[in-house]
């Protein structure tokens, strides 16, 4: 078992930037890969962006650029670095664990609860 908290959401306005972590515990080497989702109001749950913790990331396009995803190995930590926000990335964000990279949520075995990003215009 692998349990991940999020910490960091809160509302901001637009063009501000938030930092969101997930601490990861418990059999965290069965997890090569952890990744962040979010699902907006009324949407489904769609792909941020992915990190292994030995190397190697990938983001969705709607925010490459402006997010930016790190890791901690030592804390068993990842985080999620938001950048010039915009009212449409106004969701709830979850960090995940899965054993490879992937943008697809079935592929994550491990989930947080989730955090509130509201970004207000």
């Known amino acids: 078992q692998v349990q991940l908290v999020e910490s960091g959401g809160g509302l901001v306005q637009a063009g501000g930037s938030l930092r969101l972590s997930c601490a990861a515990s418990?059999?965290?080497?069965?997890?090569?890969?952890m990744g962040w989702f979010r699902q907006p109001p009324g949407k489904e749950r769609e792909f941020v962006g992915y990190?292994?913790?030995?190397?190697?990331?990938d983001y969705a396009d709607s925010v490459r650029g402006r997010f930016t995803i790190s890791r901690d190995s030592a804390k068993n930590t990842v985080y999620l670095q938001m950048n010039s926000l915009k009212p449409e990335d106004t969701a709830v964000y979850y960090c995940?664990?899965?054993?490879?990279?992937?943008?697809?949520?079935?592929?994550?075995?491990?989930w947080g609860q989730g955090t509130q990003v509201s970004v207000s215009s």
């Open positions: 418990g059999r965290t080497s069965s997890s090569a890969v």
């Open positions: 995940a664990a899965g054993r490879y990279g992937s943008r697809m949520p079935k592929d994550y075995g491990y």
């Open positions: 990190v292994r913790w030995v190397g190697g990331i």
